[in-house]
């Protein structure tokens, strides 16, 4: 997604309207002038022009001309009565978007708080709820902002593994706290592990349907991939996935049959010690793995 479609997509929320009473007074002032222009036209054409040379402009036909000219601004009514009608229902429009919006921006902050927790089980529930509002956002920039986050979170430091306690230099209460560290260290991997799964499973749901993430940008710069992400069948058509000095240490990462047309997807910078990259039957500019 660039720059010039978020613009796009914003200015298409705004509310462009002029001022009622403007566009009331222009509405009918040009019914008054298609009244007259009617009236002045017929005048001309049944006796100026002499049509039929035997009739003239006797009161009855003046008359019907008068009427003929009432019902286009009677028409110029009901005119106005849609432009009035097309002005509510912009702003009923507009007002639901700003609702919308506020309601997606307080769940928003709800996930983020959760994503910041100690506890990982509650990151995880953070993690669900962004993925979830990303989906359901009122428009492309509240989508990518949470998509963002979720990057923004893969790229923090994450916790070293601790490893395998020795056999016979730890005490018993060293033991526990080295398997409480351990077991922190697996619960915050399993977090990272699920956003690059969500991130997969949503870049596969096709460009232009609900949930899907196709065309956002991704950046992955520098983040360690040691769990597996699918774009098996991805259509890069647009946006930015930056893999840039990302590492590969574990787990797959798959361009399976995926088109790249005009998005871009980079690997500058990026090492490889233990992770699969693979863009089989990949079609379009394919950027080079290694």
């Keep these: 997604m660039t720059t010039s479609r978020k ?11 002029w001022r009622v009473g403007r566009v009331l007074a222009l509405t ?4 008054v002038l298609a009244a007259g222009g009617v009236f002045y036209g017929l005048v001309v054409l049944l006796d100026f022009q002499e049509i039929d040379s035997t009739a003239k402009l006797d009161a009855k036909t003046l008359f019907d001309l008068v009427k003929l000219s009432f019902g286009v601004v009677a028409g110029a009514g009901a005119l106005v009565a849609l432009v009035v009608a097309y002005r509510r229902q912009r702003v009923d429009e507009a007002g639901a978007h700003r609702e919308a919006t506020r309601l997606h921006t307080e769940r928003f902050s709800q996930a983020v708080d959760k994503l910041g927790s100690d506890s990982p089980a509650v990151r995880l529930g953070g993690v669900h709820a962004l993925a979830g ?7 492309d920039s509240l989508r990518q902002t949470c998509i963002d986050v979720l990057c923004a979170y893969l790229r923090l430091p994450s916790p070293p593994d601790p490893g395998d306690p020795p056999d016979d230099t730890f005490t018993e209460e060293q033991r526990e706290t080295h398997q409480d560290k351990k077991d922190r260290y697996r619960a915050l991997r399993e977090v990272r592990h699920t956003i690059l799964r969500l ?3 949503h870049y596969r749901i096709p460009q232009g349907t609900h949930r899907s993430w196709q065309g956002c940008n991704l950046d992955l710069t520098g983040v360690t991939i040691d769990g597996d992400m699918d774009f098996t069948g991805t259509a890069f058509s647009g946006g930015t996935v930056s893999f840039n000095r990302a590492r590969f240490s574990g787990g797959r990462v798959s361009f399976f049959g995926a088109p ?3 998005g871009v997807v980079s690997f500058v910078g990026a090492t490889f010690s233990g992770g699969q990259v693979t863009a089989q039957g990949a079609t379009g500019e394919v950027p080079p793995l290694q």
């Design 7 to 17: 613009s796009r997509s914003l200015n298409e929320r705004e509310l462009r309207l």
């Design 28 to 31: 009918f002032a040009t019914a």
């Design 133 to 139: 509002l990303a989906g359901d956002a009122p428009d």
């Design 199 to 201: 991130i997969g499973d």
């Design 260 to 262: 790249f047309s005009s």
